[in-house]
Structure formats: C-alpha cells, structure tokens
C-alpha cells in the first residue's frame, strides 16, 4: 500500500486502487473534522465556559437573595422590633427642654435656698 501511495499521480487520483483512495479520503476527513473543531466548536467552548463561570455566580446571588426572600417576614418582624426599642431608648433620653428647666430651676432656686448647684456638662458618647 505504501508502494501504492509513493506511485500515486495526484492527476489522475481516480485511477487510484481504491485503498488508496479511502486512506486519502480518511486523511482528508481528519483535516476537515480538526479544521471544522478548531474555527467553530474551540471558540463555542471557550464561550461555554465563560457562560458556566457566570452562571455558578448568578445561582449563588439567586440563593442569596432566595434565602433573604424566605426571611422576610422574620426581618420585617425583627425591624419593627427594633423601630420600637429605638423609639423607647429615644424617649427616655432628656429632652432640650428639659435640661434647660432643670438648670434654669437649679440657677434660679438654689442660691436663695443655700444650695450649690453645679453644671456639669454632657459628654458625648462613642458609637461602637
């Protein structure tokens, strides 16, 4: 067979015993099929790829956000919880108003009783 291929006349490749002609054929198909991969089915998995990185990403936000949605009750609940232990915590905080009475009363009344009254002043504190 290898005599027949040296002795092949690629003019007249029909003449050719037809083993000749299949090994050419099987070698042409194997061009076609490594050409065919590496222009259309290389960059199409390159793609895929980039989509499946993308989509593992997305699936974690989607269960994220899933988890989230099935709590909601819970955190509105938890919300409106803390929206009424603020208002408690802010009304028992001393008003402007009052500090102002309670120095002006302790100014006005204490010096004629014989009492000292001294200010102190409010110290902010820090924020954790």
Same mark, same amino acid.
């Given at each position: &067979?290898?005599? +027949?291929?040296r002795?092949l006349? %690629?003019?007249?490749? @029909?003449s050719?015993?037809? $083993?000749?002609?299949y090994?050419?054929? @099987?070698?042409?198909?194997v061009i076609?099929?490594a050409? /065919? *991969?590496f222009l259309?089915? !290389?960059?199409?998995?390159e793609?895929? +790829?980039?989509v499946q990185?993308?989509e593992?990403g997305?699936?974690?936000? %989607?269960? =994220? !956000?899933? +988890?989230?949605a099935a =709590?909601? #009750?819970? *955190?509105?609940v938890?919300l409106? #919880?803390m929206? #009424?232990l603020?208002?408690? &915590?802010f009304r028992q905080?001393?008003?402007?108003d009052?500090?102002?009475q309670?120095? @002006?009363?302790?100014?006005t009344d $204490?010096p @004629?009783? /014989? =009492?000292?009254? $001294?200010v102190v002043?409010?110290q902010?504190?820090? $924020?954790?």
């Open positions: &067979m290898f005599n +027949e291929l002795d006349d %690629f003019r007249d490749i @029909g050719a015993p037809s $083993s000749v002609r090994v050419i054929l @099987g070698f042409l198909l076609i099929i050409i /065919g *991969y259309l089915i !290389k960059t199409k998995t793609q895929l +790829e980039i990185k993308k593992i997305l699936r974690i936000e %989607f269960e =994220n !956000k899933q +988890e989230k =709590n909601l #009750e819970e *955190y509105e938890q409106a #919880e929206q #009424e603020l208002e408690t &915590m905080l001393p008003q402007q009052r500090d102002g309670i120095v @002006g009363g302790c100014l $204490s @004629g009783r /014989g =009492n000292r009254c $001294s002043p409010a902010r504190r820090n $924020s954790p």
